[in-house]
């Protein structure tokens, strides 16, 4: 008997950069739940499709850790999701711990410190980093840092554990310097919201040192987070910028209050210092493009655009939306491809929002020639033909295509429902806000919409149960399910 090839694998779907965020939320959910084996298929599905997308890399290490009880395995996904998203504290923090679990300890004192001048105020940081001087042989290191993290509020029984073992009582504990007891104060009053107390604080440090160039950069956020000053945020920071040129975060922040302020080509400058630190850094790009769009500087906007997408695992979909603005006012091209059909689309909204709707289909229409398969293009195209092109048997088909394929959207559901509702055929309407109920239960407006179908249809009861309900929801829908009740008694 002839053996039978074996059947081929079928690789995953690939899964549309938009709904990454809510896939990953998926993935989560199984992961929570113990589901081992179906998490991991989950976030390889994610990864296949974006590989720098550093959250699916931190919960496949934090699988391996918890569920698959593989160090090793944890420390390497660790390790990818930090290189992916260098500034994230929880994935520093979990691949310091997986590196001194695996008694890498030089490497995790690396990883720690570099935690630690991202957040000088990290606790654990200081606890754990005082571990691996403990296992280094490194005694005074280890008990600094262990009373470091008392001070910062680490978990306070493995600290006093750690001391009562190491610090005898007739010994005396190292002294933490005036600097850094000011700065714990001035950090905890903060938290409180005792500004006034946490500035005199700041201000004790700058008087200790006045070239304390953190104790002025936090004196800048003060005022700009806390007391709403800008103009004195400004001059802290400034003076902060320059004694130390090398720390991004004071460029960083100082660009935010220029951009608040509309001051774009200040903004700009501060930006482009931080990305000559870190040249990766997708946000920054991003900001940097915003005000290089307000200044009518579309070429340098689209070019640091592309490169927020590339160095960012969220905020990707604002970034197509932005370049379709750029497109649809510089009438820069798009190239044709699968890869841009989000762009169209969005430039097609841009074109709609502009009145230009001839425009506005020709590219909903080029995005399902690209890619018949997009939902999203068939449904934006159905909307142009019933909000603004009056053609509602265009529209219809639209949706019904859009909905055959993705039926899993509340909005396909209900904007095709209010097309049968225009119609006055309240029973397929009806139909369709039911649906849109099951993947969204508790929608003030389904709700509104099916009680007045149930209405129109006869069926009081049903009709006052709906109505009741997205009022209940929605409180912004009382004053029309008060109308629409009035008319049913």
């Not at 975060?249 to 210092?273: C, G, H, T, V, W």
């Amino acid at each position: 008997m002839e053996s039978k090839d074996p059947m081929p694998v079928k690789s995953p779907e690939p899964l549309p950069q938009k709904e990454i965020g809510q896939q990953f939320n998926e993935c989560e959910g199984l992961y929570y739940r113990r589901m081992k084996d179906e998490a991991i298929a989950c976030l390889t599905n994610i990864v296949q499709v974006a590989p720098n997308y550093a959250a699916a890399h931190y919960l496949l290490g934090k699988i391996a850790e918890d569920l698959e009880f593989n160090p090793r395995k944890a420390l390497n996904h660790f390790g990818t999701a930090v290189s992916k998203d260098e500034n994230n504290q929880q994935y520093i923090l979990s691949f310091g711990i997986a590196l001194y679990q695996e008694h890498e300890y030089p490497q995790a004192i690396s990883v720690f410190s570099k935690l630690l001048e991202l957040n000088p105020s990290h606790g654990e940081a200081y606890y754990r980093r005082g571990l691996c001087f403990e296992a280094e042989g490194k005694q005074e290191e280890a008990i600094k840092d262990v009373q470091l993290a008392k001070i910062h509020g680490a978990p306070p029984g493995d600290v006093e554990a750690f001391l009562q073992k190491h610090v005898q009582p007739t010994e005396p504990q190292l002294k933490i310097d005036k600097r850094q007891q000011l700065l714990m104060l001035a950090e905890e009053n903060i938290r409180m919201h005792r500004l006034d107390e946490a500035e005199q604080q700041f201000n004790e440090m700058v008087q200790l040192n006045p070239q304390d160039d953190y104790a002025l950069f936090k004196l800048g956020l003060l005022y700009w987070e806390g007391k709403r000053d800008q103009e004195k945020a400004l001059d802290y920071l400034g003076k902060a910028i320059d004694l130390n040129k090398n720390y991004s975060d004071y460029f960083y922040q100082r660009a935010i209050i220029f951009q608040f302020l509309e001051k774009f080509p200040l903004a700009i400058s501060d930006y482009s210092s931080v990305l000559s630190i870190k040249s990766k850094e997708g946000a920054v790009f991003g900001y940097r493009a915003e005000c290089y769009m307000k200044l009518g500087e579309y070429k340098k906007a689209e070019l640091d655009l592309h490169s927020a997408i590339k160095y960012s695992d969220s905020n990707k979909d604002s970034y197509n939306r932005s370049l379709a603005e750029i497109s649809a006012k510089t009438g820069s091209p798009i190239i044709k491809s699968k890869e841009n059909t989000q762009l169209l689309i969005d430039r097609g909204n841009k074109y709609k929002a502009d009145k230009e709707y001839d425009l506005a289909k020709n590219d909903f229409m080029e995005a399902i020639t690209i890619d018949p398969s997009n939902a999203s293009a068939r449904f934006q195209l159905g909307r142009l033909y019933s909000e603004k092109l009056r053609n509602s048997d265009e529209a219809l088909n639209c949706f019904n295509k859009a909905i055959e394929l993705n039926h899993g959207e509340r909005d396909y559901f209900f904007q095709r429902g209010l097309l049968y509702f225009g119609k006055k055929d309240f029973a397929k309407a009806k139909e369709d806000f039911s649906k849109g109920l099951e993947l969204s239960p508790n929608d003030g407006q389904l709700y509104y919409y099916r009680g007045d179908c149930n209405k129109e249809l006869g069926l009081k009861t049903e009709a006052i149960d709906d109505l009741l309900k997205a009022k209940q929801f929605d409180p912004g829908w009382t004053d029309a399910v008060t109308g629409l009740l009035k008319g049913l008694k």
